[in-house]
Each structure stands twice: as structure tokens, then as C-alpha cells.
DNA sequence: AGAATAAGTTAGTTGCACCTAACTTATCAT
DNA sequence: ATGATAAGTTAGGTGCAACTAACTTATTCT
């Protein structure tokens, strides 16, 4: 009963194991171990559900777990979620390159495709559209080894007046968000300059070529910069 | 519990649930309803299982079936199948044609992407190969809509001495009998002549160009061509 | 016609992945 | 320090999709 019990051939985990593990993954990020009511928010899956799956990924070696007391991905788990985010990612870039996708619609096609698609195809759409190293929304693709290297980012919420900075990445799961950023011209690569915060994290202006936008800091909390 | 209760966005129907209706209509197109064990053979399941899902199929409305007596697909079972069998054969072409696939390697990943692409998706990979009109391997893709013009074919054992015919399409269940056919030069859209028959369905021997090769009854079962 | 064989079904079980209801453990605030 | 609240878990149940063992129905062969 290890994990490798699985008869499926392509990843050797179900999709939503997968699915876990990328939420997993993502929780861990911010340093603290995954919660499980976060866990089952993130999925949208009740939380006894949760600690069910848990026990599970567990006793598989994909995460260790003490009792009300969050999960942490193994090394094993860890390279399987990098995995699992790389098909994504990888989908994700080949919808808009190679079949014209909008960035605002591939999230929900690859969240499908990612659990059907072998690490062949994977490769073989990288190298049809020249080995990207980001996804459409600028977030970094894994090596086909299970291993990442992340950017030194800070949100745009947490510049100060007068800065200047790259957009590197914006979170993909909101195509109502990514339709609007497009509009606004913060994508990937534009240099954004912080303008003006209004006190008492009011609305931040920014400057986006010769346009000047006010945006909420909600929203600039989901736009990653490098600053200038 | 109705057939739309199902909570998948993408077909509707499950991954399994796909593939019985596919089954269902292969083995129904020699005329007879499908039998529970032939099911089970082709989907290497065990004939109880077998039962228990042509129930459920029955009751979602997909086939009618008589206990003892086979199954048949309904209009909106066999509208299913076919609406996964354009999956199934869009994305067969499009991985060969725009992803350099070799034609023996297509099927099994094109058997998990059916279940997981959105018809956005195939129309799409449809368009930019230049909506084919069959698979790799000679299949007709049925239309978005599921219906299909099947070509009125027969069988290359079926031909007599010195007859010549077009290869319309061949059997993509074997990798290694789809390599070796390849070889022989045995693709859709070659001429073939049959020189010769041997007796009690014995070799035939066939000419594709300038050479000449045996091939056994079984195999020659398993291309079909049409005549010139 | 009746026995042998083939085909199909029912009965009962399993694992996965979810659910609700009820309970326990941890944390936080007074 | 204790009681409220939040977080997490156990208990028990569901549907799907498979399984084996045992039985029933249909067909075939003499």
C-alpha cells in the first residue's frame, strides 16, 4: 500500500492527490505548515475530508503530519507537487503560444489537463514553444526533475512612493482580474512606477507607460515585482 | 441521479463512463448488440463489472439493454461516443501533426486527454492542423456536433487476387503492429495490389510499390481498404 | 429432450474521495 | 486559570468503479 501502489501510469498519483499536494505546496510557501481548514478552503473541499486525505498522503511518505498540527511536504511530496505544477505551467504556456489561448482562460483547461498528460507531452509542447521559463502570469516553471528556482519578488503593495519596478508575476486564479490587469497593461514584464499610496492601505497609484491607474491593495498584493 | 447529476464541467460523463460508451459503439457497428463479455474483454474488466455499469448506463438513459441480451447505444448515448471519439481522434492527428508524435505512440496518450480536454480545446487543435477529416491511423473524425460518415470499406483479406485498392485506415490498437505496417509502407492513402492468396485463409501476398510482402489472414483483417 | 458449456447476473467486498453531524483539542481573551 | 471560540478529528454514510465467488439463464450438441 505505498504509493506506488497506484496502477495509473502517467503521474502514479490520482488527480486529486495531485491536487492536494500543489495546495500543500502553495500553503507551505509563507514558512508555516499547511493548515487543514486552509487546505480544504484552497480546494474547496470540506475540512473532514481533509484530515481523511491527510492520513492518507501521510502514510504514502508524501508529507509528514502531526495532529492538529498541519502538514509538510516530504522531499518526496515536494517533488511531486513541482511536478504536478510543472505539467501545469508548462499547459498553461502552450494554450497561449502554440493555440491562442488568453491568459484569463488556460488555468481551468491545464487544472484538467495536468492529470492526464504525460511528462513526454509536457516536454514535447516546452520545446515546441522554445523551454519557457514562466507560465503566462510569470510564475516559474520546475525543471522536469522536480526542482525550482524562485525569483526574489516583493508585491507591489509593499513599495514606497517613487519606486520603480518589473512585474514578474500575477496569481492566475481570477480570469475577472487577469482580464483587468491586462486592460490596465500589467503583465509580465511592464515596468510599473509607484506614484502614490494613500495612507492606511488605501489605493496605490501607478503609472503603466504613459497611463497612471489607482488600484486597491487588495489587488497589489497579488502583483509581484522586482525592484528596479 | 439523472445522467446530468454528474458534476464534471468538461463531457459531463466520467472517464470510465466514456470509455464503455466507445466500446459499445465499436462493437455495435458490426450490427449485433454489444455483449457484456465482449465489454469486458475490451476494456480488460471483469464481466460483473461489466453488469453493475451497463445498469447504470441504461439508467442514465445512454443504452437500452435487455438482461441475457447485450446492450445498444440510445441517440444520446451514441451522440456521447462519438463526441469522444472526435476527442479521441483530434487529438491523435493534432499530436502527430503539430507535436512530431509517431503514429504508433498517439493512442494511449490520446485515451487519457479525451476524458480531460474541453471541445474549446479540440476545436482548437482541429483548426490548427487544418480540420483533418480522419486520425493518424485512417478513422474518420466524427463532427463537434457527433455524427459521422463512415466510407464504405472492406477488409484487405477480404479482396481477391489481383485486385487493386486504396489503404483507407487501419487498426491502432497494437504499437508494434502499427510499426511494422509502416515498414511495409501499409498507410492510409498507399496502393496496394494483391498478387496472391494461399488457400485456407493462408498468407496473402501483397505489392506496396515496388515490393512485394506476405502477410498473414489476421493482420490483413485489420486494414481496410478501399476498392479502385 | 436433456446434459454440458457458455454467457450473464446477483451477492458481497474493496478503495477512493467526498459528505454531515458530533465530538475533541488548541488557542486566546478576560 | 478557565471558558469561549476556532481548528481539527472521529464516526458514520454515499456514489463510483472495480473485484471474486456463487448462482442463473441461454445455447449448443448429442
Redesign the interface.
Known sequence: MSAARAIK??PGLSGPVEDYLKAIYDLERSGEPAETNAIAKRLSIAPPSVSGMVRRLARYGLITHEKYHGARLTAAGRKAALQTIRRHRVIEAY?TE????SWDRVH??AE??E????D??ID??AK?IGEPETDPHGAPIPTREGTLKEKAVVTLASLSAGATARVERVSDDSPERLRYLKELGVVPGATVKLVERAPFDGPITIKVGASKHAVGAELAAQILVARR
Request: glycine fraction near 4%; proline fraction near 0%.
Open positions: 501510469i502517467v494554450l502554440a493555440l491562442g489561448y481551468d483547461e484538467r489537463l492529470h492526464a498528460a504525460s513526454e507531452l514535447r509542447m515546441a
